[in-house]
């Protein structure tokens, strides 16, 4: 079957680039304009969602939505996102209420709660010095080694960006699919394919039901894993750039200009979701086959579940009671933020 695309005079289609997500445990948050929405399956079969406005910063500075700049603010912002949503999934899982061992309990009665924040954030710092010496400091370091044996003359800039960005890549696929593996993390794969096929539907303009999401792609342009992939491209073509230096000169240096990267590769992903053509399905043909790993495909409960986000996430364009219609859930109380209630009071 030949995929329909617009003519030159065809008008674009409005929903492309409308709506993103991303799988938690146990669901999805899917993002529309002006809300999100976390929606989750608990172990009694219901859903249940947690929906909160989406204002972002460049709504209040204009100047922060310009092209590279935007794809910087929204990397922070999504960042932050996600952290919110894993938790509020592992919160309506009850992933945090489950018993205490005895020697977490010993702990707390001898430290007190705030060794546990302690511990959160050491934890956190240490995974961040893990990562950066896993991706970054660990390539320029064997590179470092290479070329002190080997005279690459002239070409050394360009083996040692190629060498470290291809080491970066096969790092980061081995990883992908050995956590691939893990029961937990499958399920998690498997929502990823439910919001993928969700958000094609919608952008399809098909009907949201079960049997129209099942028969699309689980492989989108516009994905993070395909994020990624891009971003580690772009970072082997600016790295020829780099001079062949110290590898935690060489690393540091990588650090500064991540936040170029990143605003480069958004634009790519944002320009490959809109544009279907041969030269854009060859730029974002690694990142859609990194999918093969990141997505699996999902079951009609987990489906329902992605419904329920992305109708939940458009309030204009799909009713409360449509939200979901067809299928259990439950209707949590609405969370409010602090300054939610404040003004609430006034």
Not at 111 to 138: H, T
Not at 150 to 174: H, M, P, T, W, Y
Not at 213 to 241: E, Y
Request: with cysteine; aromatic share 8%.
């Amino acid at each position: 079957m030949v995929k329909k695309t617009c003519k030159k005079n065809d008008p674009p289609n409005p929903r492309l680039g409308c709506v993103g997500g991303q799988a938690v445990m146990e669901g999805i948050m899917m993002r529309g304009k002006k809300q999100y929405t976390t929606a989750v399956r608990l172990s009694n079969g219901t859903i249940v969602r947690d929906t909160h406005s989406n204002k972002s910063i460049k709504e209040k500075h204009k100047w922060l939505g310009k092209p590279v700049l935007r794809g910087v603010v929204n990397f922070i912002e999504m960042l932050k996102l996600s952290f919110s949503t894993l938790t509020y999934s592992a919160e309506a899982l009850g992933l945090e209420t489950e018993d205490e061992s005895k020697f977490e309990k010993w702990l707390k009665k001898v430290f007190g709660e705030s060794l546990i924040m302690v511990a959160a954030i050491i934890g956190m710092i240490l995974g961040v010095i893990l990562a950066l010496g896993l991706f970054m400091y660990m390539p320029a370091l064997v590179s470092g080694w290479i070329t002190d044996w080997i005279d690459f003359g002239k070409a050394e800039q360009v083996f040692r960006s190629v060498f470290e960005g291809v080491l970066k890549i096969a790092i980061f696929i081995l990883y992908t699919a050995l956590i691939a593996l893990l029961p937990d993390i499958k399920r998690t794969f498997a929502y990823h394919g439910a919001e993928h096929k969700t958000i094609f539907c919608y952008e399809s303009g098909e009907e949201l039901t079960v049997e129209n999401i099942r028969k699309q792609k689980r492989l989108h342009p516009r994905c993070g894993s395909s994020f990624m992939i891009v971003m580690m491209f772009l970072g082997i073509v600016i790295g020829m750039l780099i001079p062949s230096m110290h590898a935690i000169l060489r690393t540091g240096i990588r650090l500064l200009i991540l936040p170029l990267i990143v605003g480069i590769g958004y634009e790519v992903i944002m320009f490959a979701g809109k544009h279907d053509n041969p030269v854009m399905r060859v730029l974002t043909a690694p990142g859609i086959w990194m999918q093969l790993i990141t997505t699996k495909e999902p079951d009609d409960k987990q489906i329902e579940v992605a419904i329920a986000a992305i109708k939940s996430a458009l309030p204009d364009q799909f009713a409360e009671d449509e939200v979901f219609h067809g299928f259990e859930y439950a209707r949590p109380q609405e969370h409010t933020t602090q300054e939610e209630e404040e003004s609430n009071q006034v």
